[in-house]
């Protein structure tokens, strides 16, 4: 299909506002939730949506036939409030949330429970799928190594990928990808590790040019994907509204 169809993502705070004034559906949370997929007309363009973006923000992934996707861009870009951006920058936001880049995080020599992707699986759908077996032997048996999110004391250079780990003097595993995470102001690494030393807060080493850099293990990603914050927004202002409600009854009972 690499041949027939493109992609454009689309993401940020008034992604939605934007595709939005291109199609006739809508795209509200309840209509169109997080990681959804619909096919929709955009500008005029057949396409394909999907409720994600690489940068963990809001956004969207629009698939369109390549004879179409320049039109698709333009029209995106004649709404005037978009511009485009890098992959450094996209590889910034990824890491700091913790999302998984297929090639360097996620490889065929990896599998899911190891990448941290367990949420991804269903062991039990009602329709018989590749891999099932194998998947319910590695559960069973428990990943020996697990990718964690570090942060690197360096100053001059980030990680990249494939550089060495240490743990005390045993080289015990290797990046994957890494990046300076632009909201948290610090270098960030993903890296896979013997499950023993994933502990949040496990000292290790990383090797940057030729110097071992202190890295600590984090007990998750420093920044929460839009989704999921927007979901304890929610969930707060719920709490708020029940707390004023009931407030309300007592003090006028």
Known sequence: MTDSWGCLGLAGPWSRDILSSLVSDDLSDDAFPYMHCRS??????????????GTGELGWELYAPVEHLGDLYDAI??????????????????????IRSWGCDVTVDTDPYEAGLDDCVRLEKSVEFVGREALRRLMADGPRRRLVVLTVDTDDVDATGNETVWYGDRAVGHTTSGAYGATVKRSLAFAYLPTEITHPGTEVNVELLDMRRRGVVLNRAPVE?????????????ARAD????????????
Do not use: C, W
């Not at 057949?46 to 994600?52: E, G, L, M, Q, S």
């Not at 994907?225 to 202002?237: F, G, I, T, Y």
């Open 225 to 237: 994907v839009e989704h999921l914050r927007a979901k304890e927004r929610h969930q707060k202002d």
């Open 77 to 98: 870009m004649a709404t005037g409030r978009v511009g485009d951006f890098g992959t450094y920058a996209l590889n910034s936001l990824r890491v700091e949330k913790g």
């Open 242 to 253: 029940a707390t004023l409600r009931y407030d309300t009854i007592y003090y006028t009972s």
């Open 40 to 53: 929709m007309t955009v500008a005029g363009v057949p396409t394909r949506a999907i409720r994600t973006s």
